[in-house]
């Protein structure tokens, strides 16, 4: 027993540190983990919500509500009718209040009487007062008891209801409000326009690395310094060199430029602020350029830092010096950010990232070396980008072994990185709908029809007629391509619709990338648009509003080899430019005069027309492939390329 004893003892002197100071331990935290955060160890702190108050005030008038409730089941009756029961004897004793009579069938002595604590004998009624001076003599005649009543005053709690509740209930609502309106504790309410709406993204928690960045190699390697010299600044300093204050990330529509932003956080392991340039624009003049000062306050205390802008445009666009058309709301926003990105020295730690696709409406101001010095551009990518680009998003995907990814690379020429990505994801989705275990090639090539020609409407049904003439029109293109010098290759012919208004569809796949084409190629570009309505004057002898589309991207295309290229017979080597106003709504102007329009016009005519001859009298030649293949088209609606090239080889006279 002792020996017992002497244990406990033992065991309670080991842990008495612990048990009497329970929360003296120091508490081991996580990175990203605050001490606020949900933890056994941590007592949830109490916050009052308006609900609680809300609760409790429906409690305190359900009770007032019992506590005033009389425990009687009067039944309430006309003044004539308890005159009635008062004479036939039914009321025996009558209680005379303020404004009510209350009429008992039974008298005290009854309710004295009564030893059982029975109430079902009991029944009363009650009635309006009226002013009848024959009511009390009624009650003497038949000899019914009858008493007055003193009004009851309100209790405590009914002052307390009538008063002082109602007036708390408006406070608390009026703090309510307004703690939503000033945004609460991080938030963004009304009364806080002018603080700043940046996402503090801490160390890692972008998830993004330059290994998640393909098809944008130059890119990486520039932004690869700012990211070394936010890690090893030393190294810049010691000889002299300054890093760049800011950097313009400058591209296409979903070629990468923010997800390039977020891989130079997630590799530098700073703080990273990002914001739109829609964020610091606000209806209240003066706003933005209080963001502004707020963002960089931020940056500096916590640098070193990246300051990421998306869409710059929305605050950069040039100035007016007119002042027409102008936004002093915007400017004002802009004249601070120009004063901040001059009023920090780089050595900080502060680096400006800024995103945007239309670099030619910026202000030079905001350009000039100091702010911006340098411009870093995400171009679409080429082959071998769209195929390390695929590589990544179809990692986890489940995928065939017919599946060939520099083939689709090939395919989706023109395309930029979020075109790609989500052709992979809508491969899957085709994959899943179909009920396949894994991806084939057929779903990738739908889903790269899907992405440049629009959905698939089996459900638009076109009579016999239209179908041909929709047959004619694509096998038309095709033909033509086929026989034109420079044209793409034919892919694929379709007569299912696709999109808002496509009836059918020719797909085109170039064979490699293409930064330049030469006058030849362009007008291959031109016959093969205007092969559908040859084609469709071939053999039904008239023309249809089917090629509306063609001709106006023939024709711009025509202009454009005239006014920009300098491909024309009067002006070649020289340009015809049209000049931006300026003016947010307005067009732009022409910087020549109205001869060298009228010759614009009449050139582009002469151009379209004479290549439609050209086009009109290749298809003559060749009818009978024209039938052959339209034949087949209406027969399976579909062609592959390889499928038309063997037909068109057969039936095509060189």
């Known amino acids: 027993?002792?020996?017992?004893?002497?244990?406990?003892?033992?065991?309670?002197?080991?842990?008495?540190?612990?048990?009497?100071?329970?929360?003296?331990?120091?508490?081991?935290?996580?990175?990203?983990?605050?001490?606020?955060?949900?933890?056994?160890?941590?007592?949830?702190?109490?916050?009052?919500?308006?609900?609680?108050?809300?609760?409790?005030?429906?409690?305190?008038?359900?009770?007032?509500?019992?506590?005033?409730?009389?425990?009687?089941?009067?039944?309430?009756?006309?003044?004539?009718?308890?005159?009635?029961?008062?004479?036939?004897?039914?009321?025996?004793?009558?209680?005379?209040?303020?404004?009510?009579?209350?009429?008992?069938?039974?008298?005290?002595?009854?309710?004295?009487?009564?030893?059982?604590?029975?109430?079902?004998?009991?029944?009363?009624?009650?009635?309006?007062?009226?002013?009848?001076?024959?009511?009390?003599?009624?009650?003497?005649?038949?000899?019914?008891?009858?008493?007055?009543?003193?009004?009851?005053?309100?209790?405590?709690?009914?002052?307390?209801?009538?008063?002082?509740?109602?007036?708390?209930?408006?406070?608390?609502?009026?703090?309510?409000?307004?703690?939503?309106?000033?945004?609460?504790?991080?938030?963004?309410?009304?009364?806080?326009?002018t603080q700043n709406k940046a996402q503090v993204v801490a160390e890692g928690d972008t998830g993004v690395r330059f290994a998640d960045v393909a098809g944008a190699d130059e890119s990486k390697y520039e932004l690869e310094e700012v990211v070394d010299f936010l890690q090893n600044p030393d190294k810049y300093t010691e000889i002299g060199g300054k890093i760049p204050k800011g950097v313009l990330l400058v591209g296409p529509p979903g070629t990468g430029k923010t997800l390039l932003a977020r891989a130079v956080a997630g590799e530098a392991g700073t703080p990273f602020y990002r914001m739109s340039g829609a964020d610091f624009v606000e209806m209240f003049v003066g706003v933005g350029a209080a963001r502004v000062r707020d963002l960089f306050k931020q940056a500096r205390e916590n640098s070193p830092c990246i300051i990421f802008i998306d869409e710059i445009d929305a605050i950069g666009r040039q100035r007016s010096a007119a002042g027409i058309g102008g936004n002093d709301e915007r400017e004002q926003t802009l004249n601070q950010l120009l004063v901040e990105m001059d009023g920090f020295d780089s050595r900080t730690g502060v680096i400006i990232l800024a995103a945007t696709n239309r670099p030619e409406i910026l202000d030079p101001a905001l350009l000039r070396p100091g702010r911006f010095d340098r411009q870093v551009l995400i171009d679409k990518p080429d082959l071998e980008g769209r195929f390390e680009i695929l590589k990544i998003h179809t990692k986890n995907i489940k995928m065939a072994k017919d599946v060939d990814l520099r083939k689709i690379a090939q395919a989706s020429a023109g395309l930029a990185g979020a075109d790609l990505a989500n052709i992979a994801n809508e491969a899957a989705l085709l994959a899943v709908r179909q009920k396949r275990k894994t991806v084939s090639q057929a779903e990738f090539e739908e889903a790269i029809e899907k992405s440049v020609a629009g959905l698939e409407r089996k459900s638009r049904v076109l009579n016999e007629k239209e179908r041909e003439r929709v047959a004619y029109h694509e096998s038309g293109h095709a033909l033509t391509a086929y026989l034109t010098e420079g044209a793409e290759a034919v892919n694929k012919i379709s007569i299912i619709p696709r999109g808002l208004s496509a009836l059918g569809y020719t797909l085109q796949y170039p064979t490699e990338d293409r930064f330049l084409l030469s006058e030849t190629e362009l007008l291959g570009n031109i016959d093969t648009l205007m092969g559908g309505r040859a084609a469709e004057e071939v053999i039904f002898n008239e023309i249809s509003t089917g090629a509306g589309n063609d001709i106006s991207r023939a024709s711009d295309l025509v202009r454009r080899m005239i006014q920009e290229f300098g491909m024309s017979q009067k002006y070649r080597n020289i340009t015809l430019p049209t000049v931006n106003s300026g003016i947010a709504g307005v067009g732009g102007s022409r910087a020549f005069s109205e001869k060298a329009q009228e010759y614009i016009d009449s050139e582009t005519a002469r151009i379209v027309n004479e290549r439609y001859d050209i086009v009109l009298n290749n298809l003559k030649k060749n009818k009978k492939a024209l039938e052959s293949i339209t034949k087949r088209l209406l027969e399976n609606e579909v062609i592959g390329g390889t499928e038309f090239e063997a037909l068109a080889k057969s039936e095509v006279i060189v």
Do not use: C
Not at 11 to 40: N, R, T
Not at 47 to 68: D, E, G, K, P, Q
Not at 82 to 99: H, M, N, P, Q, Y
């Open 1 to 193: 027993m002792e020996k017992e004893t002497k244990n406990q003892e033992q065991e309670f002197s080991k842990h008495e540190k612990d048990w009497k100071d329970p929360f003296k331990k120091k508490v081991e935290q996580k990175p990203g983990v605050h001490l606020g955060d949900k933890d056994s160890k941590n007592p949830k702190k109490f916050t009052f919500s308006f609900w609680y108050f809300f609760i409790i005030l429906i409690a305190f008038i359900l009770m007032n509500t019992f506590m005033a409730s009389r425990q009687t089941n009067e039944q309430a009756i006309d003044y004539n009718q308890f005159k009635t029961l008062v004479e036939r004897g039914s009321i025996r004793r009558v209680a005379i209040e303020e404004d009510k009579y209350i009429g008992y069938n039974f008298t005290r002595e009854q309710v004295l009487a009564n030893s059982s604590g029975s109430t079902d004998f009991m029944q009363s009624f009650s009635t309006y007062k009226v002013d009848d001076p024959t009511f009390i003599p009624l009650l003497d005649t038949h000899g019914v008891e009858y008493y007055a009543l003193a009004p009851v005053k309100p209790g405590l709690l009914s002052t307390l209801l009538g008063y002082l509740l109602p007036l708390a209930l408006v406070l608390v609502f009026w703090r309510f409000l307004f703690s939503k309106m000033g945004g609460g504790k991080g938030g963004q309410g009304v009364l806080s326009f």
